[in-house]
DNA sequence: CAAAATTACGGGTATATACCCGCATCATGA
DNA sequence: TCATGATGCGGGTATATACCCGTAATTTTG
């Protein structure tokens, strides 16, 4: 019985959370990595793409590939920003809805998941979202 | 301040945790999801595709491809099994000599790694490892 | 024993992610 | 003002992962 390796351990509870939440936001039509994208546009309102990634914590190049598909789903809209070197994004009419839609079922998701947790994992795992905190601009608002 | 998503937060921390790993097992040359799968094959002797896959929690398809990215860099070999339907796969020397160069490091990294996050989190997290038991075939050994 | 079901694997494709590089565009300072 | 440097973005490529499908081999069963 060798010792487990407890990045491992991180890296299938997190495969795992990603199942049980992309099960329960299947109905909406997104995954639990793009409710999030679009759960942060929305608050975010109307940002360019270095902004955001540095508000996900994704690599610039990781979020515009994402939000390509986004796109394509019509979930959000691009478009060149006053610098011309930025692109804007938005939600769409569309995004908008399917976030509606999604909230609940994430809502669901996240109490049940919450509860196969139990109280003291809980507490830990809000801890645990900090670690990166170093890396990321990112700071101060949760998600 | 929008309640965090327990899913990001395990994602991050994931993510967080292998760019931990990586580093410091990048003098041996691999990172840790290759590490694992190196200390599997060399518990295991020689193993099938199939087999690994299940012990390892990993799909069939995902496991082969990360193999032949160790069979490019001479870690493993595979050769057809008595079952010709069947591929066998085990460490070769310089595969041999790899994992014991990355032991200590990944040992380092594993300390490191418990330190940061005290011993109530490490406790938590062994438990959430065992999420994936149900899912998975494998069960009983650690890693 | 031959037909049918099962199993093992690879390939295609998709998601999620990162890094590096090049090309625009913008901002600065001589 | 205009060269120089910084910034924003996309593309190429790589890793890590999954699902589905087709083909080949084995096992089961009638």
């Keep these: 019985m060798t010792e ?33 994208l679009l759960r942060r546009i929305d608050e975010a309102g109307c940002v360019s793409i270095s902004d955001l990634a540095g508000i996900v914590g994704l690599d610039r190049s990781t979020l515009g590939r994402n939000l390509r598909v986004l796109e394509k789903q019509d979930l959000i809209a691009t478009r060149p920003g006053q610098d011309q070197r930025e692109r804007v994004v938005e939600l769409t009419d569309h995004g908008r809805r399917t976030l ?14 919450a509860a196969l947790l139990g109280p003291d994992v809980l507490t830990i ?9 170093n890396q990321e601009t990112y700071e101060g608002d949760r998600a």
């Design 4 to 36: 487990r390796c407890l990045c491992t351990s991180l890296r299938q509870a997190a495969a795992f959370s990603t199942a049980h939440y992309d099960a329960v936001l299947a109905p909406a039509g997104i995954k639990i990595t793009m409710f999030r």
């Design 100 to 113: 509606e839609t999604a909230l609940p079922l994430w809502r669901s998701a996240q109490d049940s998941f």
């Design 125 to 133: 795992l809000e801890g645990l979202a900090d670690l990166n905190k």
